[in-house]
Structures are given as structure tokens and as C-alpha cells.
């Protein structure tokens, strides 16, 4: 028992050190690189290991001792690698990467560590890691290797050359085969008997470490002819990483677990020769670094398993908080196999997601103590400024559990879904990239998500669906999305320069779609994979061309069509204003043809809607939608046309991800009450124990999904009525849309400070309240037709 007490004193001490350790990892910004290392050639050299293939499987460590007599005010380094690195310094780390990015475009971080540096010895260490045929999907590589450069000749003592040492990690076990329903990278399996414990501390022994083998000096972008990385610096901030603990024990076997065990302050003793399962909930999704400690238990094993959800025996997920009946799916599954040591250390190299994290425990010959589990929580540190109070309380639970799903879906880059693809998808991007935008004032991953979906142009014009990514992807439409996400941050941001790099990637991609235009004026027969909507109905939804709408491989689909008619107006009147008229003539001029070849060949008197097709056999509300949103109706019919496809259920619907389109219908349409009833689907979300928006209505695969987080842009933009009334968002309108709410307050994060809304209802048809708009903003109020001039500061509104 004292022997316990000793373990126990020994371990609380340790957590200690992780909390204080944790609330300084990664505060920092990022440090400013010396201009000379985007000039020339580094000193520094990219080096790997000796005596393997470089492109297979594998796990290496690094390191090198220093010393110093002095510690410096600043000791800058820039530091990258192939995957993916971790990089300590005296043990403690100070960064992680690369930022996800291309060959031709390779991010290196620049830190300062001089806060982590001592007095004599000190230790620089990295571990990277190269998951061969089974990594990422998004992870583009070359081959493994590290590099680090310091910044100025003072820092050069560090820089990688042949005076580093490495090491190749058995301990990590090659898996035998892919995983077949995420593409995240493989579950870890890690013999604990053959890791190297404490190899990132000074003291440690590594004599039998080898000489690096040298791959060249690291090259910085458009600088010379050849390269293996073209190196760029990280334009976005390093992901938060912040201690999170697990909430709930949900049931165990085999075992008793004191409820202060996920509290940290009661540690399970499992017997030899016990096979244990415990369940635990985090009672919310989260994407995290889960860190579990245990001593002793040599030869036993450990399987941590980590779920969205839970299944029963069917497969069917139903209300997530419900657990009785239902079992961990085995899609993600980490393996530890232990060596007896005390406090042992287990941390998986990539970040899982998860609400639910169940431990199975087989023991060997020892008994094994699991001191705690807990987690890092890890995310683009994204700052929630915006605000939106309401009469309606559900809004606000719509509004906490959209911004969770959009928290969750950003990292490196802008993710579809944490769980299984963590990819860049144009078409949920755009709807990523607003909702950051209108409520952080944060336009920096936009930035990056934009320039990205650039460099995946391709030849013939389209851009990549999602970027990056190994296996190359196509879906014509989200190259047109990605125009508009380009018109999008012009209205958002005074930022011509930045927009006029893309004018050239823009045309490429109209040009395309113009040489589809058949004989009817239409767009014809499309190649590759034209995804509109999860829709059912009339749609193909087999995969892996579901989604895709009635004409779009046979030709003169009216959506597809009209998606390019649309997008060709957003570029005319940006072009024009950029200084490109005769470009913007042409676009606004196709635009009309296509509008009209659309209507005339589409639209079908008796039931007052546009057809999917020219035969008139289907129909959506997406044809619909993109008539209104192209001007292809007046005012009255869009009325008509709205009411008509949101009360006919035969028709084939939109899902969660097309919605945000149709809500940009009923804006135009101006239909405000009809955008409430759509919330419903958003509240039956959250009554099954969703905590953030899935990727389509049950049965749904994700429950975590970029797309379904709209609302939160839209609570903003369209009931509160926030949006730009020129270019550069310098001035702005208020319109509200209210429906039955009887008041908002909103805040909302402009680049020249912050608007604040307060309305209250006054009678049936009134308004009153108060705007106070950022220095060197105005605008104008808009209610029931009534148009109050707005300017920088306060001002009463009463209509």
C-alpha cells in the first residue's frame, strides 16, 4: 500500500508537469523567417535514415546535443520534414508539422525555442514518420527525411547535417493491410518493449545511433532549377493543443472502476491473466491527442478503440447517447503492447477523433495499473468573436453545435470530416470558409484553402475536388465553387491583389465549361464526376458516381448548367471591377444564353417548375434553387417557385449540404419564415444526441461535417442580415429577417472592428434597437422596404 501511495505522489507530480507543459505548447506565433532562406540555398541539409527505403513504412528519431554559455534573447530555427515531424527541445516540444501542403509548395515552420534552451547541454530531437502505402490520403510525399535550418549564423549550430544522429523505431509494427473505411492513416500497433524510452532527454545513451544519410540542401521555392521540396513558409498559426478530460465512465467489465478515474485521481489495478473492457465517453465529439499512462503489466496488451458513435447489432447508430445494447465499432484501433516500466507514456503519433474511447486489456504474467487517460484537444485555433443571442433558445444550441462541427473540421487545412477522410473538399470549404470569416474575422486558412485548390489545377482547366491529396479527384462542380469561394473573400476582404492572382485559374475554369456548351445552348454530356447533393429520388446514388443529378452524363442538365450560368455572373461582376471589361461582357453575356437555353428547353408549364432535363421527367428543388439564384424568374414567380418545391415531396430534395444553397434562394426569394421550418432538420440533430452536424439525414455516415455547420454563417448573414453592399465589405447592409423571433443581439467581427446588432420587435411591423458599426464602415438598414442610412458608431434604430 505505501509502495501505491509512493507510485501515486510520483504520478501527480508528473500531471502537474504536463498541465504546466501544456499550457505553453504552442502559445506561440510563428517566429519571422530571414528573408535570405527564401532567397538561397539553405546551409542546412534534408538527411534520413542510412539503411532503409525511404518511401516505406517507418518511424525515426533524431537528435542532436549543443551547447551554449549564454542564453539568447532569440534562437530562431525552421524546421520541416517528410510526412510529418514532432520537434523537442530538452524533451518538451515546441512545434509540429509541416502545415499540410504540395511538393512544389512544401511548408517549413519557424519557431523560436529559446524559452526551452539551458544553461550548457542541451538535446534538439525529432521523431518523423513516413506511413508509406498506408498514410493519409491528404499527405503528399516524396520520400522520409527532416531538415532544420537556423535562422541566422547564430542558430546554425543546429542545422542538420552529418553531425545528427538517428534512429529507425521497431517498435512500430507495419501494417498488414490498408484500412477500408477511413483514409486518415493506419490504427498503431507499438511494441513497448522495443521503444526507446527517454530518447528525447540529454542523458540518454545513443551510442548505437547511426549517421544520417544526407539527401541535399534545402531549396526554398522558385530559386533554382531542381528540387525534392520546393520550400514555403507555414502561412497559418500552429493547431491548438489544449488538456481535455474525458467525462463520463459508461460501463466496465471484468473490473471495478472508481468514477475518479477519469478525474485522475484513481488509478485501476488489473490483475494477471484478466481480460478487462472499459467504456468512456466524452459526451461530445471531440479531435484530440488521447494520452493514456499505465506501470507495470509486462507482456500485456491494450487495445484502444475510438468511435463517433456506437452500433448495435444492425450497424445502426440511432440516438448517440444511448449505449445500452450497442458496441464500438473496430474502424480505428490502436494496439500498445507493454514492456512493465513504470509510468509508461502513450500517445499515438496523429490526432484521433472521437466521443466514445473504449480500452480492452488482456494481461500477461503482471499485474498492470492504469494511472489516467486523457486527451489534447487539437484544432485550428480559431477564436469564437461572434456572437448571436436570440428569443428562441434552440438557435443557440444550433448555433454551439455548428460551430463545434466547424471547430472540428479545421486543422492544417479545412477538413470534410475528422473521422474518416480529414480532406479539403471545394464544395465544403466554401461554406468552412464563410462561417470562419463571419465568426472569427479569421481569413488566414481561407487564404491558404484558396491558393491551395489553385495549385491543384490541372491542364485542362478544372481544379482538384479536394487538395491535397495522393489520389487525384475531379468533380467539375467544385470547380465552380471554388470561383465563387474566390468571389466570396473579394466581397469579404479589400484584397484585389490577392484575388487578381487567381484571374488567370478563374477563366481556365470557365473555359473549360464553355466547351461543353452543345447544340441547345446547354451545357452537354460533362466528364468525371459531376457530385451535386446526397440527394435520393431520381438521382444516381450509387457510388462512386452518387450524387450525381438526371442529365449530367448524358447532357443538358439544367442544374449543371445553370451552377455555370451563376458562377459566370459572380466572375463578370468581379471581373469588371477588377478592370477586365471585355472578359466581364463575355461571361455576363454566356451567362444570359445559358439562362435562356435553360428556360427554354426546361421549363414545364404544368407544374410551374424548371425540369432536371429537357424531357421533363424529374424534377429537384436544386434547379429551382439555381433559377432563383440566377435571375432566371421574377420576384413573383420566385415566390411562386420557392413555395412550390419546399411543399412538394416528390420531388427530389435537397440534403444538408445543398441547404445552404436553398436558404441563399429564400435570401433572394425573400421568404424569411421558410428558413426557420428548415431548421428543424437541424433541431432532430441535436434530440438524437448528435453534438455536431452529420454529414446527411440518418443513416448517416459522418457525424461530423463541414457542410451542416451553414446555420451558423446563415444566423449571421441572413437573420440578422450581415452582409457586404460593395466590394471589400467597405460598406455593409443590415437586413434582418426575423421570422417569429421576437429579438437578436449579435456581434459580429469586421476587419475594421466589430458590428454590433440589438433588435426587439415593436408591434406587428416595427423595429427598434441599436447598430454601432466600426470607424470607417457605413451602410444601410434595411426593414420592410425602409432604408435607414447607417455611419461609423452608434445609432438608434426605430421603425
Same mark, same amino acid.
Given at each position: 500500500?505505501?509502495?501505491?501511495?509512493?507510485?501515486?505522489?510520483?504520478?501527480?507530480?508528473?500531471?502537474?508537469?504536463?498541465?504546466?507543459?501544456?499550457?505553453?505548447?504552442?502559445?506561440?506565433?510563428?517566429?519571422?523567417?530571414?528573408?535570405?532562406?527564401?532567397?538561397?540555398?539553405?546551409?542546412?541539409?534534408?538527411?534520413?535514415?542510412?539503411?532503409?527505403?525511404?518511401?516505406?513504412?517507418?518511424?525515426?528519431?533524431?537528435?542532436?546535443?549543443?551547447?551554449?554559455?549564454?542564453?539568447?534573447?532569440?534562437?530562431?530555427?525552421?524546421?520541416?520534414?517528410?510526412?510529418?515531424?514532432?520537434?523537442?527541445?530538452?524533451?518538451?516540444?515546441?512545434?509540429?508539422?509541416?502545415?499540410?501542403?504540395?511538393?512544389?509548395?512544401?511548408?517549413?515552420?519557424?519557431?523560436?525555442?529559446?524559452?526551452?534552451?539551458?544553461?550548457?547541454?542541451?538535446?534538439?530531437?525529432?521523431?518523423?514518420?513516413?506511413?508509406?502505402?498506408?498514410?493519409?490520403?491528404?499527405?503528399?510525399?516524396?520520400?522520409?527525411?527532416?531538415?532544420?535550418?537556423?535562422?541566422?549564423?547564430?542558430?546554425?549550430?543546429?542545422?542538420?547535417?552529418?553531425?545528427?544522429?538517428?534512429?529507425?523505431?521497431?517498435?512500430?509494427?507495419?501494417?498488414?493491410?490498408?484500412?477500408?473505411?477511413?483514409?486518415?492513416?493506419?490504427?498503431?500497433?507499438?511494441?513497448?518493449?522495443?521503444?526507446?524510452?527517454?530518447?528525447?532527454?540529454?542523458?540518454?545513451?545513443?551510442?548505437?545511433?547511426?549517421?544520417?544519410?544526407?539527401?541535399?540542401?534545402?531549396?526554398?521555392?522558385?530559386?533554382?532549377?531542381?528540387?525534392?521540396?520546393?520550400?514555403?513558409?507555414?502561412?497559418?498559426?500552429?493547431?491548438?493543443?489544449?488538456?481535455?478530460?474525458?467525462?463520463?465512465?459508461?460501463?466496465?467489465?471484468?473490473?471495478?472502476?472508481?468514477?475518479?478515474?477519469?478525474?485522475?485521481?484513481?488509478?485501476?489495478?488489473?490483475?494477471?491473466?484478466?481480460?478487462?473492457?472499459?467504456?468512456? =465517453?466524452?459526451?461530445?465529439?471531440? #479531435? +484530440? @491527442? /488521447?494520452?493514456?499512462?499505465?506501470?507495470?503489466? !509486462?507482456? &500485456?496488451?491494450?487495445?484502444?478503440?475510438?468511435?463517433?458513435?456506437?452500433?448495435?447489432?444492425?450497424?445502426?447508430?440511432?440516438?448517440?447517447?444511448?449505449?445500452?445494447?450497442?458496441?464500438?465499432?473496430?474502424?480505428?484501433?490502436?494496439?500498445?503492447?507493454?514492456?512493465?516500466?513504470?509510468?509508461?507514456?502513450?500517445?499515438?503519433?496523429?490526432?484521433?477523433?472521437?466521443?466514445?474511447?473504449?480500452?480492452?486489456?488482456?494481461?500477461?504474467?503482471?499485474?498492470?495499473?492504469?494511472? =489516467?487517460?486523457?486527451?489534447?484537444? #487539437? +484544432? @485550428? /485555433?480559431?477564436?469564437?468573436?461572434?456572437?448571436? !443571442?436570440? &428569443?428562441?433558445?434552440?438557435?443557440?444550441?444550433?448555433?454551439?453545435?455548428?460551430?463545434?462541427?466547424?471547430?472540428?473540421?479545421?486543422?492544417?487545412?479545412?477538413?470534410?470530416?475528422?473521422?474518416?477522410?480529414?480532406?479539403?473538399?471545394?464544395?465544403?470549404?466554401?461554406?468552412?470558409?464563410?462561417?470562419?470569416?463571419?465568426?472569427?474575422?479569421?481569413?488566414?486558412?481561407?487564404?491558404?484553402?484558396?491558393?491551395?485548390?489553385?495549385?491543384?489545377?490541372?491542364?485542362?482547366?478544372?481544379?482538384?475536388?479536394?487538395?491535397?491529396?495522393?489520389? /487525384?479527384?475531379?468533380?467539375?462542380?467544385?470547380?465552380?465553387?471554388?470561383?465563387?469561394?474566390?468571389?466570396?473573400?473579394?466581397?469579404?476582404?479589400?484584397?484585389?491583389?490577392?484575388?487578381?492572382?487567381?484571374?488567370?485559374?478563374?477563366?481556365?475554369?470557365?473555359?473549360?465549361?464553355?466547351?461543353?456548351?452543345?447544340?441547345?445552348?446547354?451545357?452537354?454530356?460533362?466528364?468525371?464526376?459531376?457530385?451535386?447533393?446526397?440527394?435520393?429520388?431520381?438521382?444516381?446514388?450509387?457510388?462512386?458516381?452518387?450524387?450525381?443529378?438526371?442529365?449530367?452524363?448524358?447532357?443538358?442538365?439544367?442544374?449543371?448548367?445553370?451552377?455555370?450560368?451563376?458562377?459566370?455572373?459572380?466572375?463578370?461582376?468581379?471581373?469588371?471591377?477588377?478592370?477586365?471589361?471585355?472578359?466581364?461582357?463575355?461571361?455576363?453575356?454566356?451567362?444570359?444564353?445559358?439562362?435562356?437555353?435553360?428556360?427554354?428547353?426546361?421549363?414545364?408549364?404544368?407544374?410551374?417548375?424548371?425540369?432536371?432535363?429537357?424531357?421533363?421527367?424529374?424534377?429537384?428543388?436544386?434547379?429551382?434553387?439555381?433559377?432563383?439564384?440566377?435571375?432566371?424568374?421574377?420576384?413573383?414567380?420566385?415566390?411562386?417557385?420557392?413555395?412550390?418545391?419546399?411543399?412538394?415531396?416528390?420531388?427530389?430534395?435537397?440534403?444538408?449540404?445543398?441547404?445552404?444553397?436553398?436558404?441563399?434562394?429564400?435570401?433572394?426569394?425573400?421568404?424569411?419564415?421558410?428558413?426557420?421550418?428548415?431548421?428543424?432538420?437541424?433541431?432532430?440533430?441535436?434530440?438524437?444526441?448528435?453534438?455536431?452536424?452529420?454529414?446527411?439525414?440518418?443513416?448517416?455516415?459522418?457525424?461530423?461535417?463541414?457542410?451542416?455547420?451553414?446555420?451558423?454563417?446563415?444566423?449571421?448573414?441572413?437573420?440578422?442580415?450581415?452582409?457586404?453592399?460593395?466590394?471589400?465589405?467597405?460598406?455593409?447592409?443590415?437586413?434582418?429577417?426575423?421570422?417569429?423571433?421576437?429579438?437578436?443581439?449579435?456581434?459580429?467581427?469586421?476587419?475594421?472592428?466589430?458590428?454590433?446588432?440589438?433588435?426587439?420587435?415593436?408591434?406587428?411591423?416595427?423595429?427598434?434597437?441599436?447598430?454601432?458599426?466600426?470607424?470607417?464602415?457605413?451602410?444601410?438598414?434595411?426593414?420592410?422596404?425602409?432604408?435607414?442610412?447607417?455611419?461609423?458608431?452608434?445609432?438608434?434604430?426605430?421603425?
Amino acid at each position: 500500500m505505501k509502495q501505491d501511495t509512493i507510485v501515486y505522489k510520483s504520478f501527480f507530480v508528473w500531471m502537474l508537469i504536463i498541465l504546466i507543459f501544456t499550457s505553453k505548447l504552442y502559445s506561440q506565433e510563428q517566429a519571422i523567417v530571414s528573408p535570405s532562406l527564401l532567397n538561397h540555398k539553405w546551409n542546412a541539409m534534408w538527411i534520413s535514415y542510412p539503411d532503409a527505403s525511404l518511401k516505406d513504412y517507418g518511424v525515426f528519431h533524431f537528435r542532436k546535443k549543443f551547447n551554449l554559455t549564454s542564453i539568447p534573447k532569440n534562437f530562431v530555427v525552421n524546421v520541416s520534414g517528410d510526412i510529418r515531424y514532432r520537434l523537442f527541445v530538452n524533451g518538451t516540444e515546441v512545434c509540429n508539422g509541416p502545415a499540410s501542403s504540395n511538393l512544389a509548395n512544401w511548408n517549413f515552420e519557424t519557431v523560436d525555442i529559446s524559452e526551452s534552451l539551458k544553461l550548457g547541454e542541451n538535446i534538439i530531437s525529432a521523431v518523423v514518420w513516413n506511413f508509406g502505402e498506408f498514410k493519409h490520403l491528404a499527405q503528399m510525399t516524396n520520400k522520409t527525411a527532416f531538415i532544420l535550418q537556423g535562422n541566422s549564423h547564430q542558430e546554425e549550430i543546429v542545422n542538420t547535417n552529418g553531425t545528427w544522429k538517428v534512429f529507425k523505431d521497431e517498435a512500430y509494427i507495419k501494417p498488414t493491410k490498408r484500412p477500408t473505411h477511413t483514409t486518415i492513416g493506419p490504427s498503431e500497433k507499438l511494441e513497448g518493449s522495443k521503444y526507446p524510452y527517454g530518447w528525447k532527454q540529454g542523458d540518454f545513451d545513443d551510442y548505437s545511433w547511426k549517421q544520417p544519410k544526407i539527401i541535399g540542401n534545402g531549396i526554398p521555392k522558385g530559386k533554382f532549377t531542381f528540387w525534392d521540396w520546393a520550400l514555403v513558409p507555414r502561412n497559418i498559426p500552429f493547431t491548438e493543443y489544449k488538456f481535455q478530460r474525458l467525462n463520463e465512465i459508461e460501463r466496465f467489465e471484468n473490473i471495478k472502476v472508481n468514477s475518479k478515474f477519469i478525474d485522475g485521481e484513481s488509478p485501476i489495478i488489473i490483475p494477471a491473466h484478466k481480460k478487462i473492457k472499459i467504456l468512456l =465517453d466524452q459526451t461530445f465529439l471531440t #479531435t +484530440a @491527442y /488521447p494520452e493514456l499512462i499505465i506501470s507495470g503489466g !509486462k507482456g &500485456s496488451e491494450i487495445k484502444i478503440k475510438y468511435a463517433e458513435a456506437l452500433i448495435d447489432t444492425n450497424g445502426v447508430k440511432g440516438n448517440r447517447n444511448i449505449v445500452e445494447g450497442k458496441s464500438m465499432p473496430n474502424y480505428i484501433v490502436d494496439i500498445f503492447y507493454t514492456d512493465g516500466g513504470k509510468n509508461r507514456k502513450y500517445q499515438p503519433l496523429w490526432f484521433r477523433t472521437y466521443r466514445y474511447i473504449e480500452i480492452n486489456v488482456n494481461t500477461g504474467d503482471e499485474a498492470l495499473t492504469i494511472n =489516467d487517460i486523457y486527451g489534447f484537444f #487539437t +484544432a @485550428y /485555433p480559431f477564436k469564437e468573436k461572434a456572437v448571436f !443571442k436570440s &428569443s428562441n433558445t434552440e438557435l443557440r444550441d444550433i448555433w454551439d453545435t455548428g460551430w463545434r462541427t466547424a471547430r472540428l473540421c479545421a486543422g492544417e487545412t479545412y477538413y470534410d470530416c475528422p473521422y474518416y477522410e480529414q480532406l479539403q473538399y471545394v464544395g465544403d470549404t466554401r461554406i468552412q470558409a464563410l462561417i470562419s470569416l463571419y465568426v472569427t474575422g479569421d481569413d488566414r486558412l481561407m487564404r491558404k484553402a484558396i491558393d491551395q485548390f489553385h495549385n491543384s489545377q490541372l491542364p485542362d482547366g478544372l481544379t482538384q475536388s479536394r487538395f491535397p491529396s495522393v489520389e /487525384p479527384q475531379v468533380i467539375p462542380p467544385f470547380s465552380l465553387i471554388w470561383v465563387e469561394m474566390i468571389h466570396d473573400y473579394w466581397m469579404l476582404r479589400d484584397d484585389n491583389k490577392f484575388v487578381k492572382k487567381y484571374v488567370n485559374g478563374i477563366d481556365n475554369v470557365l473555359h473549360w465549361y464553355e466547351q461543353h456548351i452543345d447544340e441547345t445552348g446547354m451545357l452537354g454530356p460533362m466528364d468525371w464526376w459531376n457530385f451535386v447533393d446526397w440527394s435520393f429520388g431520381s438521382w444516381n446514388n450509387d457510388r462512386p458516381l452518387g450524387g450525381t443529378p438526371t442529365g449530367a452524363i448524358d447532357g443538358n442538365s439544367s442544374i449543371i448548367t445553370l451552377k455555370y450560368a451563376h458562377t459566370l455572373q459572380l466572375a463578370s461582376e468581379m471581373f469588371d471591377n477588377l478592370g477586365y471589361k471585355n472578359k466581364a461582357e463575355d461571361y455576363k453575356n454566356r451567362a444570359k444564353s445559358l439562362i435562356k437555353s435553360t428556360y427554354k428547353y426546361c421549363w414545364d408549364k404544368n407544374n410551374g417548375l424548371l425540369a432536371d432535363t429537357p424531357d421533363k421527367k424529374t424534377f429537384s428543388q436544386h434547379a429551382n434553387i439555381v433559377g432563383i439564384l440566377t435571375g432566371s424568374f421574377n420576384k413573383e414567380e420566385n415566390e411562386k417557385i420557392l413555395r412550390k418545391i419546399l411543399e412538394d415531396k416528390e420531388i427530389t430534395e435537397t440534403t444538408f449540404y445543398y441547404k445552404f444553397y436553398l436558404v441563399e434562394a429564400i435570401r433572394k426569394a425573400g421568404l424569411s419564415k421558410d428558413y426557420f421550418d428548415i431548421l428543424n432538420d437541424w433541431k432532430e440533430m441535436i434530440d438524437i444526441g448528435l453534438t455536431t452536424f452529420a454529414e446527411t439525414p440518418e443513416p448517416t455516415r459522418s457525424d461530423c461535417h463541414a457542410w451542416s455547420a451553414s446555420p451558423n454563417y446563415h444566423f449571421l448573414s441572413y437573420v440578422c442580415g450581415i452582409i457586404p453592399a460593395s466590394p471589400g465589405f467597405k460598406t455593409v447592409i443590415i437586413e434582418p429577417h426575423l421570422g417569429e423571433l421576437n429579438y437578436i443581439e449579435v456581434i459580429m467581427p469586421h476587419y475594421k472592428g466589430d458590428i454590433l446588432v440589438k433588435l426587439k420587435r415593436k408591434g406587428e411591423k416595427g423595429i427598434q434597437g441599436e447598430i454601432v458599426l466600426p470607424k470607417g464602415l457605413s451602410g444601410k438598414f434595411i426593414w420592410n422596404r425602409k432604408v435607414i442610412i447607417l455611419k461609423e458608431g452608434k445609432q438608434e434604430i426605430k421603425l
